[in-house]
């Protein structure tokens, strides 16, 4: 196991409705970032938080936002979901930026359903 | 932009045989990282491989090799010895040197059959 841990491991949401999903980085971790993997895709890069800030954003629209917090756990919300945003989402942690060998620690993502 | 392919849908070998899994890449950059993940049912994200750009010796892990030819930007994951446990879905990514994230190619199945 990796030690990050999401929450929840599975959700259903109604279309327009608001979602939080919920990381726990390893320890000694300070750089979080998220994914989302669609059915029998690749994961797309969302977004990434360093220190607390927002580091980087993938092609998202901003009804995807994000939090981290001062013991670098993270959280992504979603607003208005959307049927196509039923994915299973994947958060990541490590330790820094611009390190070229640092591996990234994934958690078991959470699988959302929108109906 | 960078961009990962993997041509290989899906993929079946047999128990304690050798597997290649196919991986190319484009980038600009010149200093990047490759990777190799492996996911399975569960969906955790296991890493397995990495390969720097620079490294002139092709990486190595256990069972798991990385076939790396700069020129032709391929990065191939070798697995010898396959065995039940290896079946899972397995991406390739890469990385640039700002580490901001990463570009993960579109996935391969492994089946490994008894």
């Known amino acids: 196991e990796t030690g990050v841990t999401q929450s929840p491991t599975h959700l259903i949401k109604t279309r327009g409705q608001q979602v939080t999903l919920r990381c726990s980085s390893q320890s000694g971790h300070n750089t979080v970032s998220w994914y989302q993997q669609a059915l029998g895709q690749g994961p797309q890069f969302i977004f990434q938080y360093y220190r607390e800030e927002e580091n980087g954003r993938g092609n998202f629209p901003p009804r995807f936002s994000g939090l981290q917090f001062p013991n670098y756990s993270s959280e992504l919300n979603v607003n208005a979901l959307e049927l196509d945003d039923s994915a299973l989402y994947l958060c990541?942690?490590?330790w820094g930026t611009g390190r070229k060998n640092t591996e990234a620690f994934f958690g078991q993502g959470t699988r959302l359903t929108v109906v | 932009a960078q961009k990962i392919t993997q041509t290989q849908p899906g993929m079946f070998v047999q128990e304690k045989e050798a597997v290649t899994l196919d991986c190319t890449y484009d980038t600009s950059d010149q200093s990047y990282g490759l990777f190799w993940y492996k996911q399975p049912s569960s969906g955790e994200m296991i890493f397995l491989i990495y390969?720097?750009?620079?490294?002139?010796q092709n990486a190595t892990e256990g069972r798991y090799s990385l076939n790396f030819q700069k020129a032709r930007k391929s990065a191939n994951l070798v697995i010898s010895a396959s065995q039940l446990g290896d079946s899972a879905m397995y991406f390739c990514?890469?990385?640039?040197?700002?580490?901001?994230?990463?570009?993960f190619g579109p996935g391969t199945r492994l089946s490994v059959l008894p």
């Open positions: 990514a890469m990385r640039d040197n700002y580490g901001q994230n990463f570009v």
């Open positions: 990541a942690s490590s």
């Open positions: 390969q720097g750009s620079y490294d002139e």
